[in-house]
């Protein structure tokens, strides 16, 4: 069974900082390209960040210098740090996997930037 376990989110005021982890059981982890998406509220999903199997990362022009996405092929966990939080970033952050058809999603982590 597959399984994409996000953690770390909660409020954190305007320019403060939080760290995502996503922990990824039930695939060749190693396989897979990993992404994170959010969903701010009243809007769609979109693409903030991946990195592929072979570590080449990709985002979104709004977090670029601020966020930075890695993963721990040993430890099946992929990671989002994001710096100087805006109010803007506020969203439910999803983990995401794909390896050829195969495309996976964990049920979210809450992110609020607030004062």
């Known amino acids: 069974q597959v399984q994409l376990v996000e953690s770390g989110g909660g409020l954190v005021q305007p320019g403060g900082s939080v760290r995502l982890s996503c922990a990824a059981s039930?695939?060749?982890?190693?396989?897979?390209?990993m992404g994170w998406y959010r969903q701010p509220p009243g809007k769609e999903r979109e693409l903030v960040a991946d990195i592929s199997s072979g570590g080449t990362t990709n985002y979104k022009d709004s977090v670029k210098g601020r966020f930075t996405v890695s993963r721990d092929n040993a430890k099946n966990m992929v990671y989002l740090q994001m710096n100087s939080l805006k109010p803007e970033d506020t969203a439910v952050y999803y983990c995401?996997?794909?390896?050829?058809?195969?495309?996976?999603w964990g049920k979210g982590t809450l992110v609020t930037v607030s004062s």
């Open positions: 995401n996997a794909i390896f050829r058809h195969f495309n996976y």
């Open positions: 039930g695939i060749i982890f190693h396989l897979h390209d």
